[in-house]
């Protein structure tokens, strides 16, 4: 644990620094030479969707927009919607991604997601990142506000989600099983997935009905289709 402690602190300080010292001068949607050399993967490059598909699907479909380097979900698009998920499966890694919500949105991004025709949807399997706007209803459930683990712990520290028209900042850092939460560089939730602590709140939620939900430490990212339009830039990885 002590190990994890330290490697999750240099993770979060570095990432710190990056964002401070490298989003400046660098572009959206790309790597610096510094972030290469540290091993990061782009998995959006603001042109193509050629990491992603819809999930238990082979492609995407036209409620996910790409306008100016900006991946959007188009609330207002009907047609064949569903959840984004990674074409890869992951299991130690740090995630990075840049979002925002329409006034009242709600939506989230879920680990360790099992693909399978007989799980009809990836929150049956993923526990989930909550992205969550600040004038939503569910803003005053402490266990419901961004960055939180989604029902099950609240938010650690507060944090105020910024503006429509400015980007918030969240961190997935995931190893052996233990992830951290990060937005706006601040930690708003921890949890080892292996522990008794987490199977024992799985049994006492809701998700005890799907039985693949929370039982594994690797698997897919997925972006959730959801309400009043979320957009998303610069999402990259790094192994961990």
């Not at 492609?59 to 207002?76: E, R, S």
């Not at 650690?156 to 099983?177: H, L």
């Not at 992830?179 to 708003?188: G, M, Q, S, W």
Request: net charge neutral; hydrophobic share 30%; glycine share 6%.
């Amino acid at each position: 644990m002590k190990n994890f402690k330290n490697l999750l602190f240099s993770c979060i300080s570095m990432s710190a620094m990056l964002i401070s010292c490298d989003q400046e001068i660098s572009q959206p949607n790309t790597l610096s030479e510094k972030e290469k050399t540290e091993g990061w993967q782009l998995l959006f490059d603001g042109k193509s969707l050629d990491k992603w598909h819809v999930y238990n699907q082979t492609g995407t479909n036209p409620a996910w927009v790409i306008k100016d380097g900006i991946l959007y979900c188009d609330p207002n698009n009907q047609s064949n919607r569903g959840d984004l998920v990674s074409n890869e499966t992951y299991q130690n890694y740090e995630f990075q991604f840049d979002w925002k919500l329409e006034k009242e949105g709600n939506s989230g991004v879920f680990i360790n997601v099992q693909e399978k025709p007989d799980i009809n949807a990836t929150w049956q399997s993923g526990p989930e990142y909550q992205l969550l706007e600040d004038s939503h209803a569910d803003f005053s459930i402490p266990q419901k506000k961004a960055g939180c683990l989604y029902t099950f712990l609240p938010q650690q520290n507060f944090v105020n989600t910024k503006t429509k028209a400015e980007w918030n900042t969240s961190r997935i850092i995931q190893k052996d099983g233990k992830v951290t939460f990060v937005l706006n560089n601040k930690i708003t939730a921890e949890m080892d997935f292996n522990s008794d602590k987490w199977k024992s709140m799985v049994q006492q939620s809701h998700f005890k009905d799907f039985p693949e939900f929370g039982k594994n430490t690797s698997g897919k990212i997925a972006l959730q289709d959801w309400s009043r339009g979320v957009s998303f830039r610069n999402l990259k990885i790094k192994a961990l």
